[in-house]
T-cell receptor, first 110, second 112 residues
């Protein structure tokens, strides 16, 4: 059975801290891995990773994929209260559009 | 830029009633997906369309669930004879082939 596991499930940090969110997967027919941020409503797209070892960066957020060890990390530097959300990792397979992990709930306190 | 639009935002109904949700994708996207999300879980894939063709429907939760996309634009998800366990957020997403999916705000279904 295809599986995506995120850790930690929840995390509380202070503003200015750096956090690393983890996503590991055991799937067949891997195509790519995506990260989303979900606040109260729709998951919003952050990154799409297809190749191993190439870091994607957007402002204070960055992500990288390791296809040999089957995991990805999402880093957030200099966290702000607006970063508080659930961060979802999802894997695109050949025959099932997205398989999601349970998410990591990040709370950033002032 | 109009994103994915879902209607209604919230639906409250009695057990045993039928409900229908609508999704309008981003206009240039030919793929449309339905997911269900319950509290504390990631979205769970239900079904998807490429244009008007339904390419995968084996993940629909039971035969009470059905989806259509008759003209390859908007889609509807219907649940017949609703049960308590159907209470969840139903999310729609759209994309072009090989591109990331973009989600709507969802329809929250509450079964009394």
């Amino acid at each position: 059975e295809d599986k995506v596991v995120q850790s930690p499930l929840s995390l509380v940090v202070h503003e200015g801290d750096t956090v690393t969110l983890n996503c590991s997967y055991e799937v067949t027919n891997f195509r790519s891995l995506l990260w989303y941020k979900q606040e109260k409503k729709a998951p919003t797209f952050l990154f799409m990773l297809t190749s191993s070892g190439i870091e994607k960066k957007s402002g204070r957020l960055s992500s990288i994929l390791d296809k040999k060890e089957l995991f990805s990390i999402l880093n957030i530097t200099a966290t702000q209260t607006g970063d508080s959300a659930v961060y979802l990792c999802a894997v695109v397979l050949a025959d099932t559009p997205l398989v999601f992990g349970k998410g990591t709930r990040l709370s950033v306190i002032a | 830029d109009t994103g994915v639009s879902q209607d209604p935002r919230h639906k409250i109904t009695k057990r045993g009633q039928n409900v229908t949700f609508r999704c309008d994708p981003i206009s240039e996207h030919n793929r449309l997906y339905w997911y269900r999300q319950t509290l504390g879980q990631g979205p769970e894939f239900l079904t998807y369309f490429q244009n008007e063709a339904q390419l995968e429907k084996s993940r629909l939760l039971s035969d009470r669930f059905s989806a259509e996309r008759p003209k390859g634009s908007f889609s509807t998800l219907e649940i017949q004879r609703t049960e308590q366990g159907d209470s969840a957020m139903y999310l729609c997403a759209s994309s072009s082939l090989g591109q990331p999916q973009h989600f709507g705000d969802g329809t929250r279904l509450s079964i009394l």
